[in-house]
């Protein structure tokens, strides 16, 4: 399976990153799997690297809902809780969109192996050629990027004043659709306009545009 690298112009091309990112949006991506996947509703997933552990149980949970109801998500999935979430929707069926924050390299995980083959997994990534490792400055980059191509967004936590923070201002006034845990330790994201979760996630997810 060959990496494809697609450049604005490309019809496969996901309109949205240049609805949201505008200016900003990435003059080329690279692909590898099963790019139909940008064509199913698509749940971004995010979570601080540091997070509460009782959210951590929720988040547990909302993994496991998620993979019941075959939605696909689609993250960076570098936090901890984030990896952890990961790992729980690649054993289901649903699709999964997984963006680093790096070129997608020649070397692919063996984890992938089984879910590329069966067409579950899409490697998704701004960055065609450079950089080959993860920096501050690539992860912010990769979360606008997920956040653009998303049609809503869940943060299990977001810490106070932080770059993850930052992002959800940002969904917001995009006008996407942010949901979070009902908790005191996402206060401040309900302040800000993120949604409380409901017992069953709520489908189908709608794309607003700005």
């Given at each position: 399976?060959?990496?494809?690298?697609?450049?604005?112009?490309?019809?496969?091309?996901?309109?949205?990153?240049?609805?949201?990112?505008?200016?900003?949006?990435?003059?080329?991506?690279?692909?590898?799997?099963?790019?139909?996947?940008?064509?199913?509703?698509?749940?971004?997933?995010?979570?601080?690297?540091?997070?509460?552990?009782?959210?951590?149980?929720?988040?547990?949970?909302?993994?496991?809902?998620?993979?019941?109801?075959?939605?696909?998500?689609?993250?960076?999935?570098?936090?901890?809780?984030?990896?952890?979430?990961?790992?729980?929707?690649l054993r289901g069926k649903?699709?999964?969109?997984?963006?680093?924050?790096?070129?997608?390299?020649?070397?692919?995980?063996?984890?992938?192996?089984?879910?590329?083959?069966?067409?579950?997994?899409?490697?998704?990534?701004?960055?065609?050629?450079?950089?080959?490792?993860?920096?501050?400055?690539?992860?912010?980059?990769?979360?606008?990027?997920?956040?653009?191509?998303?049609?809503?967004?869940?943060?299990?936590?977001?810490?106070?004043?932080?770059?993850?923070?930052?992002?959800?201002?940002?969904?917001?006034?995009?006008?996407?659709?942010?949901?979070?845990?009902?908790?005191?330790?996402?206060?401040?994201?309900?302040a800000l306009g993120g949604?409380?979760?409901?017992?069953?996630?709520?489908?189908?997810?709608?794309?607003?545009?700005?």
């Open positions: 399976m060959d990496v494809l690298n697609l450049d604005r112009t490309d019809p496969r091309y996901p309109p949205t990153l240049k609805t949201f990112l505008r200016d900003d949006a990435p003059a080329q991506i690279a692909a590898l799997g099963n790019l139909a996947l940008l064509a199913s509703p698509r749940l971004a997933l995010f979570s601080s690297i540091r997070c509460p552990g009782n959210l951590i149980l929720q988040t547990y949970d909302l993994a496991q809902n998620l993979r019941r109801q075959g939605i696909t998500v689609i993250g960076g999935f570098h936090a901890p809780m984030e990896r952890e979430a990961l790992a729980i929707l649903q699709g999964v969109i997984l963006c680093p924050a790096r070129n997608i390299g020649a070397k692919i995980a063996r984890a992938y192996a089984e879910p590329l083959a069966q067409g579950r997994l899409l490697i998704l990534s701004p960055f065609s050629d450079k950089p080959t490792r993860i920096t501050a400055e690539t992860s912010v980059a990769r979360n606008r990027f997920v956040a653009a191509l998303a049609d809503a967004v869940f943060v299990a936590h977001a810490e106070p004043r932080g770059k993850l923070e930052t992002l959800c201002r940002e969904v917001i006034a995009w006008g996407k659709p942010l949901y979070t845990f009902d908790d005191t330790a996402n206060a401040h994201l309900i949604r409380v979760t409901l017992p069953s996630f709520p489908m189908p997810l709608t794309k607003q545009m700005p």
